[in-house]
């Protein structure tokens, strides 16, 4: 979707266990849900 | 609703503001997320940057991961946080962004906008403004932003492709999108995308 909107130079970096000893974590497991920082640029 | 809205997008919004004027105005409730201090840590945020804060400035914290962790903000930058809540992720950018950066946060709940116009205050943060806002219609010129970020919000957009392309018209040309979400590895059956009560559990 970020390329069919035009932006460029698309990284994913490492994942965080956000949900990890919270209430949320067993489903957080049974979707392998975890956090991911996504850097786009506009092309310019 | 469409394929690329499985829920009504209105309802999800009114769900999404129930469950986090909750984090508002008790930021030590029961969630089934982390919030506040212990989920910085968790997420690596500087940890001498969070320290030197107030706690009515980190205590509503409520991302999914740290959308500076990719590429810190420059010194001078104008920032657009979509989705600010409390405004945690504005104050780390104004002490990235300096004194001649500017940091706009908008957020569509009185609460949070209280709380981080607050907050703010007690800092004395001069580059720092809050303006109540959809990320689908923000409240920001044309190409005004350098950087537009977001952190665990577009996750709860019902039209995330009306959410991008609104981050991309406040974005000026060369402008960075760094945002932090979440993202599921094993899918999820359709009959819970379709449940309005699962996407804030």
Redesign the interface.
């Given at each position: 979707?970020?390329q069919e909107?035009?932006?460029a130079e698309i990284?994913i970096?490492?994942?965080?266990?956000?949900?990890?000893?919270?209430?949320?974590e067993k489903?957080a497991r049974?979707?392998?849900?975890?956090?991911?920082?996504?850097?786009?640029?506009?092309?310019? | 609703m469409t394929s690329e809205t499985p829920v009504d997008p209105a309802a999800l919004r009114e769900e999404v503001k129930s469950k986090y004027r909750e984090v508002a105005t008790n930021p030590h409730g029961k969630f089934h997320f982390h919030t506040g201090r212990r989920l910085a840590q968790r997420l690596e945020y500087d940890t001498s940057v969070v320290d030197a804060m107030p706690d009515s400035a980190v205590e509503s914290f409520a991302g999914v991961a740290n959308p500076f962790s990719l590429r810190p903000l420059e010194r001078g930058e104008r920032v657009v946080d979509a989705g600010s809540g409390a405004g945690f992720d504005c104050f780390i950018a104004a002490h990235q962004v300096g004194p001649d950066g500017r940091v706009v946060g908008i957020d569509m709940l009185a609460d949070m906008l209280a709380r981080s116009r607050a907050a703010a205050g007690q800092m004395g943060l001069g580059n720092v403004e809050f303006r109540e806002g959809l990320i689908e219609d923000m409240p920001v010129e044309d190409g005004w932003a350098d950087v537009v970020m977001s952190n665990g919000v577009i996750n709860l957009c019902a039209d995330k492709r009306r959410a991008f392309q609104e981050i991309w018209r406040v974005l000026r040309p060369g402008g960075w999108l760094q945002f932090a979400d979440i993202a599921n590895g094993k899918p999820v059956p359709e009959s819970a995308l379709r449940n309005i009560d699962l996407w804030t559990a």
């Open positions: 979707m970020l909107i035009g932006f990284r970096g490492k994942p965080f266990d956000t949900f990890g000893e919270a209430g949320g489903k049974q979707f392998e849900v975890f956090g991911y920082p996504f850097l786009a640029r506009k092309a310019g | -």
